[in-house]
């Protein structure tokens, strides 16, 4: 099990809006460190989504949001569309690991 | 434009070595961190490491310390992941990854993976 919890999946119907939740501990989101958020397609490399909590790498679309609170952050994505069905993956630091960790992933199902 | 190309697919027997590398382009190779994730068959994301080619400065995870070792060469910007005895549970895709800091790091540009198979 990682020490970052996500859903196993998730999904929603076109055009909806679905959060994908990412909860931690003391020791890594709620110590403060910043969490990040990826995209992996079928078959491809992940991709950066969300980084710093908040903030999208040029070429993201602004459907996609982070947020975090405490020892959990959130990604929402609005206006689901087909070729959003992927697996989502939140990343944060761990001091007690003393390394950096991946949420176990998320599989959105677009409906 | 940032771009990472790793070497080809490998099949390998339990107790072979292995290194396969990860070529930079687009950006100053000295000047980021380089990262290696591994995603075993049907599995999560997992940090294995990270090396600043710069001085080559490396740190591992707890679960790879000693498993693997990561390095790089500055003169070709390339960066590299070795075993020196595999096991079949070394079987996965490895990612090698541009890293970036916040108060954390984190992967910006991502290799398109090798995919290490290793079978008796």
């Known amino acids: 099990q990682s020490v970052l919890t996500q859903p196993p999946s998730v999904s929603g119907a076109p055009g909806q809006r679905v959060t994908i939740s990412c909860t931690g501990s003391?020791?890594?989101?709620?110590?403060?460190?910043?969490v990040h958020w990826y995209r992996q397609l079928p078959e491809t490399a992940p991709q950066l989504l969300i980084y710093a909590n908040t903030n999208r790498p040029s070429g993201v679309p602004d459907r996609f949001s982070g947020s975090k609170s405490g020892t959990s952050a959130s990604l929402a994505i609005t206006g689901l569309q087909a070729e959003d069905e992927a697996d989502y993956y939140c990343q944060s630091y761990d001091s007690s690991l003393r390394g950096s960790v991946f949420g176990g992933g998320t599989m959105l199902t677009v409906l | 434009e940032v771009q990472l190309v790793q070497s080809g697919a490998e099949v390998k027997k339990p107790g072979e070595s292995l290194k396969i590398s990860c070529k930079a382009s687009g950006y100053r190779f000295t000047g980021s961190w380089i990262g290696w994730v591994r995603q075993m068959p049907g599995r999560g994301l997992e940090w294995m490491g990270l090396i600043w080619p710069g001085d080559s400065d490396t740190r591992y995870s707890p679960s790879f310390q000693g498993q693997v070792t990561i390095s790089a060469d500055k003169s070709i910007s390339t960066a590299s992941l070795q075993w020196s005895s595999l096991k079949a549970s070394d079987t996965a895709m490895y990612y090698c990854?541009?890293?970036?800091?916040?108060?954390?790091?984190?992967?910006?540009?991502w290799g398109q993976g090798t995919l290490v198979t290793v079978s008796s």
């Open positions: 990854a541009r890293a970036e800091m916040a108060t954390t790091y984190y992967f910006d540009s």
């Open positions: 003391s020791s890594n989101i709620g110590a403060g460190f910043d």
